[in-house]
């Protein structure tokens, strides 16, 4: 299970192709392809106005220039512990293709 938004991204960067590739929402400078940004939002839940657990809206978008089947189950494996969801487009205008991965997992507060 991934306990922490940290964790998730020590995982993606884990991933050899996505070494230095890797990003919160965007990147200031042009990267070669493949790339990956994340995104996540949060929301708290608890009894008795207790908060003590967060829950991770965490979304991976990987950019390549062919649909990298390799480079996608890389990623679902470094998440295997966690219901992932995938989608993937092809950006005509940027020719590359976007595989979308989401996924929640809990995150227990201090």
Do not use: C
Request: hydrophobic letters at 35%.
């Amino acid at each position: 299970m991934v306990h922490s938004v940290k964790e998730a991204i020590q995982r993606l960067e884990a991933i050899t192709e996505l070494y230095g590739k890797v990003a919160y929402d965007h990147f200031t400078t042009e990267k070669t392809l493949p790339f990956a940004v994340y995104t996540y939002d949060f929301s708290t839940s608890g009894a008795d106005d207790y908060h003590g657990v967060q829950w991770i809206d965490f979304t991976i978008e990987l950019y390549s220039a062919t649909r990298n089947f390799s480079l996608e189950e890389k990623i679902i494996k470094a998440f295997i512990d966690v219901e992932i969801d995938s989608d993937t487009e092809y950006i005509s205008d940027e020719r590359m293709y976007q595989t979308v991965f989401n996924f929640t997992f809990p995150q227990k507060l201090s």
